[in-house]
T-cell receptor, first 113, second 113 residues
Framework: GDSVTQMEGPVTLSEEAFLTINCTYT??????LFWYVQYPGEGLQLLLK?????DKGSNKGFEATYRKETTSFHLEKGSVQVSDSAVYFC????????????FGQGTRLTINP | DVKVTQSSRYLVKRTGEKVFLECVQD?????MFWYRQDPGLGLRLIYF???????EKGDIPEGYSVSREKKERFSLILESASTNQTSMYLC????????????FGSGTRLTVV
């Protein structure tokens, strides 16, 4: 079945460090891919999205590129801030018309000043 | 601003009580979801509704029921609360195709004592 695998956390970085959170997926067909962010005590918010191979989603300095050849959608940011501390979820929409997203387990990120 | 509103941010209930968690969305979305989130377990789908009065069990429906009498409102019911239902509960809504992603509420942190 369809699945999403994220790198295990927690991840701890210093402010201004480069961030990568790995996400790989298994799906039949051509899924859409998402990154959601959950700040402490809050619900999830859509961070970025890509709908086809080689698309790059970007928002708030974060980027992720849909790589069909490696079935990956890694999240990157060039210089993290303390305010980026949150839990990050990778997700996919399996096929057109699918009703439910498939979520990864989430990766907790802590940025130290 | 479009919203999914969960009626309580924090709730403390006693074992054996009947508990209602309410969720309202203003986006005219067909689909609504209830998840629970526990450390190390990610998001687990409890129930899903794709139309008024229509529902589908998710991965962990035991001990829960749901009600959707109006399109905008989706209620999660704990028939007899137990301590192992202490958790963060997240409501989400979406269009029929998950390609468009979900909009989440802010969550309800339920403690059963």
């Amino acid at each position: 079945g369809d699945s999403v695998t994220q790198m295990e956390g927690p991840v701890t970085l210093s402010e201004e460090a480069f961030l990568t959170i790995n996400c790989t997926y298994t799906a039949t067909g051509y899924p859409s891919l998402f990154w959601y962010v959950q700040y402490p005590g809050e619900g999830l918010q859509l961070l970025l999205k890509a709908t086809k191979a080689d698309d790059k989603g970007s928002n708030k300095g974060f980027e992720a590129t849909y790589r069909k050849e490696t079935t990956s959608f890694h999240l990157e940011k060039g210089s993290v801030q303390v305010s980026d501390s949150a839990v990050y979820f990778c997700a996919l929409s399996p096929i057109q018309g699918a009703q439910k997203l498939v979520f990864g387990q989430g990766t907790r990120l802590t940025i130290n000043p | 601003d479009v919203k999914v509103t969960q009626s309580s941010r924090y709730l403390v209930k006693r074992t054996g009580e009947k508990v209602f968690l309410e969720c309202v969305q203003d986006m005219d979305h067909e689909n609504m979801f209830w998840y629970r989130q526990d450390p190390g377990l990610g998001l687990r789908l409890i129930y899903f509704s794709y139309d008024v009065k229509m529902k589908e069990k998710g991965d962990i429906p035991e001990g829960y029921s749901v009600s959707r009498e109006k399109k905008e409102r989706f209620s999660l019911i704990l028939e007899s609360a137990s301590t192992n239902q202490t958790s963060m509960y997240l409501c989400a809504s979406s269009l029929p195709d998950s390609y468009y992603g979900y909009t989440f509420g802010s969550g309800t942190r339920l403690t059963v004592v």
